[in-house]
């Protein structure tokens, strides 16, 4: 099982519409969440950290289930900028950080 | 602020030849370090990290390796590439950042070298 599973892609949606991306990890002990963003041929950026309480940022949501061991993203009124692969992130003890093979987003007019 | 440099961005090189990238962090000290790879279409893949000076911890037994001679410094070397090695490498640091309950260790990354190996 590998250690942070994510919805297999590409989603395609119309702008306006709300996506939802999901993320499973295999080890109960990780201490911090985190979903990135990346654009073709660059580097993941942050685009938030996941907090227990759920945590919002304009558009984006995200939520935290630690009993479930799993993790969301919601993006509400999607806009062709939104167009993205979407990593979700996971640190666990010491200093390892495990990425997720990502989730593609297309948003078409 | 903190900046983080790669380089170089791109280059293709023959199998069996050499291998040579260098990262390298301003405005901070004493950063926790860190080798990605990234093949075409995949996820990232953690190949080292690094707490300090001299300090190299890997991830993936393979024919890489990496070095830190300097606290700001990270490279990452290959003594003859294969051509499982081409992909996109990416240096990134962890420092603190956003809310405490995330903790330290958000990671901030280089933009990235992607080599070719034919």
């Known amino acids: 099982r590998k250690e942070v599973e994510q919805d297999p892609g590409p989603f395609n949606v119309p702008e306006g519409a709300t996506v939802a991306f999901n993320c499973t990890y295999s080890n109960s002990a990780s201490q911090s969440f985190f979903w990135y963003r990346q654009d073709c041929r660059k580097e993941p950026k942050l685009l938030m950290s996941?907090?227990?309480s759920g945590n919002e940022d304009g558009r984006f949501t995200a939520q935290l289930n630690r009993a479930s061991q799993y993790i969301s993203l919601l993006i509400r009124d999607s806009k062709l900028s939104d167009s993205a692969t979407y990593l979700c992130?996971?640190?666990?003890?010491?200093?390892?950080?495990?990425f997720g093979a990502g989730t593609r987003l297309f948003v078409k007019a | 602020s903190q900046t983080i440099h790669q380089w170089p961005a791109t280059l293709v090189q023959p199998v069996g030849s050499p291998l040579s990238l260098e990262c390298t962090v301003e405005?901070?000290?004493?950063?926790?370090l860190y080798w990605y790879r990234q093949a075409a279409g995949r996820g990232l893949q953690l190949l080292f990290y690094s707490v300090g000076i001299g300090q190299i911890s890997s991830e993936v037994p393979q024919n890489l390796s990496a070095s830190r001679p300097q606290d700001r410094q990270f490279i990452l070397s290959s003594k003859k590439l294969l051509l499982s090695d081409s992909g996109f490498y990416l240096c990134?640091?962890?420092?603190?950042?956003?809310?405490?309950?995330?903790?330290?260790?958000?990671?901030?990354f280089g933009a990235g070298s992607r080599l070719t190996v034919l």
């Open positions: 405005g901070t000290s004493n950063p926790n």
């Open positions: 996941v907090y227990s």
């Open positions: 990134a640091w962890g420092g603190a950042g956003g809310n405490t309950e995330a903790g330290a260790n958000v990671l901030t």
């Open positions: 992130v996971v640190k666990t003890g010491g200093f390892k950080t495990i």
